[in-house]
C-alpha cells in the first residue's frame, strides 16, 4: 500500500510539471531528457514521431527543432489539434509500415529525415509473453520505417520492454548506426520494463 502510494505521488509530479508547462503528457520529459544526455535533435531538423498520441512527446520535438525545424506526428488515432505550427499529423498504421512510410513521404516530398522516435505501445493484456510479442512487433516496425527514413548521420529512439527478444533487434540497430545504448527516463514507472533503444550517427 505505501508502495503503491509513493508510486503515484512520484508519477504525479511529472503529469502536474506537464500540465503547468503545457505539455500533454509526461511522455514529454522522457524525450528532453534523451536529448540532454545524447544529443538527439537540432534547431532545424525534421523529426518523425511514431506512435505519438496524445502528443506530449511530440510538443517536445517541437520546441527542440524550433521553427525551423519540423515534426510529424503519427498515430492510429486522430489527435487533438496542436497550437503549434512547427507540428503535421498524420493518421496511420504503423503496423502497416508500407503504407505509414508513403504517407510521410509524400509530406516531406521524398525528403529523409533526421531523427524517427517511437513512443508506441500496444493495448496490454497483462499476459506477459503475449504484451513482450505485440511490443516487439511494434518496435520492429518502427525500426524498418525508420531504416526507410533516416538519412545518413540521423537517430533514432526507440520504446521496447526489456526482454531476451529484444537482443536481435539490438544488434540489427548496431549494424546501421554508430552508438546505440539502452535508455531508462527517469519520468518512467519504476515498475515498469520499458525502455528505449537509442541509435545515433546512421553510417
Known sequence: MVRNWAEEAYRDIFRRRAKTEGFR??????????????RLIKKGDIVVEL????????????????????????DIRKFKAFSESN???????ILEEEDTVQKILQVLNGKQVDVVISDASPKFTGIRDVDIARQIELTEKSYNISHKLVKKGGSIMLKA????????????????FSYVKRFIPSATRKTSSE?????LKRY
Open 25 to 38: 503528457s509526461r511522455a514529454a520529459y522522457k524525450l528532453l531528457e534523451a536529448d540532454k544526455r545524447f
Open 87 to 93: 507540428i503535421i499529423t498524420i493518421n496511420s498504421d
Open 51 to 74: 506512435g505519438a498520441w496524445p502528443g506530449g512527446m511530440t510538443q517536445a520535438a517541437s520546441r527542440l527543432v524550433g521553427e525551423t525545424g519540423l515534426v510529424i506526428a503519427v
Open 161 to 176: 520492454l526489456e526482454c531476451r527478444e529484444l537482443e536481435l533487434l539490438e544488434e540489427q540497430i548496431r549494424s546501421s
Open 195 to 199: 525502455i528505449y533503444l537509442i541509435g
